[in-house]
Nanobody, 119 residues
């Protein structure tokens, strides 16, 4: 059984930064996908950042981002810790949302962490 726990959310002013963490426990393997979604007020949950295959023979992956966060958010992974991180810079009020970590292979979601960008 896989469990995901997010942390790092909070209140921040526009232009500020936050780093979200998602730690996985259980039977998740090192190369299993772990992605970030968010749910903004009054909107459907949307994909924010995900690792996608680079198409090469080694099976490596690279991060891919929603257009709305490109250039501002950075997805990274620490396989040894079964953790993924989302570094968010240049935050905007429209980034206000509950951010969720997801492990699609297991159909598992974390409980979410609230990011509130407000002056």
């Amino acid at each position: 059984q896989v469990q995901l726990v997010e942390s790092g959310g909070g209140f921040v002013q526009p232009g500020g930064s936050l780093r979200l963490s998602c730690l996985a426990s259980g039977s998740l393997r090192r190369n299993d996908a772990m992605n970030w979604y968010r749910e903004r007020p009054g909107k459907q949950r949307e994909l924010v950042a995900v690792f996608v295959s680079d198409g090469g023979p080694a099976g490596a992956s690279r991060p891919s981002y929603a257009d709305s966060v490109k250039g501002r958010f950075t997805l990274s992974r620490e396989s040894a810790e079964n953790a993924v991180y989302l570094q968010m810079n240049g935050l905007k009020p429209e980034d206000t949302a509950v951010y969720y970590c997801n492990a699609p292979k297991y159909g598992v979601w974390g409980q979410g962490t609230l990011v509130n960008v407000t002056s």
